[in-house]
Nanobody
Framework: QVQLVESGGSLVQPGGSLRLSCVAE????????MAWYRQSPGKQRELVAK???????EYADFVKGRFAISRDDAKKSVFLQMNSVTSEDTASYYC?????????????WGQGTQVTVSS
């Protein structure tokens, strides 16, 4: 069984920075694309950034130039560096990975980490 464990969410002031982390645990052979999504109350979950295995990262327009996604395959981890945050970035952030392990390819999600932007 594979689990994704997120950390790093907190209260941050407008204009501040935050770094989210997500690590995959369990029986893992390899990891494909990794991504971060977010969801605010009353809104649908939306893609923030995705990191393919060997291609350039892709970003939603609303975070371009402010957020950066990175991955460390040796540590089975994905990160989201958030800079110049605004109140619009307040949401629960979820990591997502396509993981091959135990002969199965699965689409896994973290439990969510809350980011609140407020003064």
């Amino acid at each position: 069984q594979v689990q994704l464990v997120e950390s790093g969410g907190s209260l941050v002031q407008p204009g501040g920075s935050l770094r989210l982390s997500c690590v995959a645990e369990g029986s893992i052979f390899s990891i494909g694309p990794m991504a971060w999504y977010r969801q605010s109350p009353g809104k649908q979950r939306e893609l923030v950034a995705k990191m393919p295995v060997s291609l350039m990262p892709e970003y939603a327009d609303f975070v371009k130039g402010r957020f950066a996604i990175s991955r460390d395959d040796a540590k089975k981890s994905v990160f989201l560096q958030m800079n110049s945050v605004t109140s619009e970035d307040t949401a629960s952030y979820y990591c997502n990975m396509i993981v091959m392990g135990g002969g199965v390819i699965g689409d896994y999600w973290g439990q969510g980490t809350q980011v609140t932007v407020s003064s």
